[in-house]
């Protein structure tokens, strides 16, 4: 049986986090996908902690963060990750409207596996998101222990 990798989605924006599951289920993109609303509630979801103290194993194929979140920023959450050595390998793509220079020199200089900066246009967004699915959902082979549900690839 396959499995579909999740991917989490790390999102304060409803709006955002609407058209980024639209433009997946658009794309015909089966995984299951865990919203979560800033930083804090992703690292409690990473962890298993706190509410997602009893979710189900195993580590998403791909962390999509925002950069702009509240209680505990995108960048401190990428940093925690990446210093992790059981969450390093998990691939996190910062999907921010920042295009700031020193936004995406900190992220890369964190371990960030791709930056995305957010279309304005709602169909250049919904076709971003379409392609950045398919690629780390679909396409992307992630390392053994990540993706799935039980742990296993």
């Known amino acids: 049986m396959t499995e ?9 924006s409803p709006n ?17 996908v865990v919203w979560v609303k800033d930083g804090q509630e992703a690292l409690d979801y990473l962890y298993k902690q706190g509410a997602y103290e009893g979710r189900l194993d195993g580590l ?5 963060l925002d950069l702009k979140l509240p209680r505990v920023d995108g ?9 992790d050595p059981a969450l390093r390998f998990i691939p996190v ?9 020193t936004d995406l020199a900190r992220s890369y200089g964190l371990g960030v ?6 279309p304005v246009g709602f169909a250049e967004f919904i076709m971003a998101l379409k392609e950045l699915g398919l ?7 992630p390392p053994p222990g990540v993706g799935t549900r039980d ?3």
């Not at 960048?75 to 210093?83: A, D, P, S, T």
């Open 151 to 153: 742990g296993r690839s």
């Open 135 to 141: 690629f780390w959902a679909v396409v992307n082979q």
């Open 113 to 118: 596996n791709a930056y995305v900066v957010k």
């Open 4 to 12: 579909f990798k999740r991917v989490l989605l790390v999102e304060d």
């Open 75 to 83: 960048l401190q959450v990428l940093e925690r990750v990446k210093k």
């Open 16 to 32: 955002d986090a609407e058209l980024t599951l639209e433009a997946f289920s658009e794309s015909g993109l089966a995984n299951e």
């Open 60 to 64: 998403p194929a791909v962390v999509l």
């Open 93 to 101: 793509v910062m999907l921010t409207s920042s295009s700031q220079e």
